[in-house]
């Protein structure tokens, strides 16, 4: 069974820093491309980051220059990095795994929430 697993959402003050994780496991597939994903009460889901196997990146533009993705291939994990936090980066940030084969996965979330 393919697991998704999230980590490190956390009540943190505008202008903090957060880092989350996401670990894949239980698929024979190799993974094309893992990210991350968030949503606000009310706001459709929006993508926040992902990266290739290869090494190919995308950032909202919300959050270039402020956030950075990274991963670890061999773990099939991804890390994001997330610096100067504003409030309307609250949401709860999703991971997303796309395989090469079997489609894709979302892991439970994350809870983020900027706040004074």
């Known amino acids: 069974q393919v697991q998704v697993v999230e980590s490190g959402g956390d009540l943190v003050q505008p202008g903090g820093s957060l880092k989350l994780s996401c670990a894949a496991s239980?698929?024979?597939?190799?993974?094309?491309?893992m990210g991350w994903y968030r949503q606000a009460p009310g706001k459709q889901r929006e993508l926040v980051a992902t990266?290739?196997?290869?090494?190919?990146?995308a950032y909202a533009d919300s959050v270039k220059g402020r956030f950075t993705l990274s991963r670890d291939n061999a773990k099939d994990a991804v890390y994001l990095q997330m610096n100067s936090l504003k409030p309307e980066d609250t949401a709860v940030y999703y991971c997303k795994v796309t395989y090469t084969r079997g489609g894709d996965y979302w892991g439970q979330g994350t809870q983020v929430t900027v706040s004074s």
């Open positions: 990266i290739t196997s290869g090494g190919s990146t």
């Open positions: 239980g698929s024979i597939f190799s993974i094309y491309a």
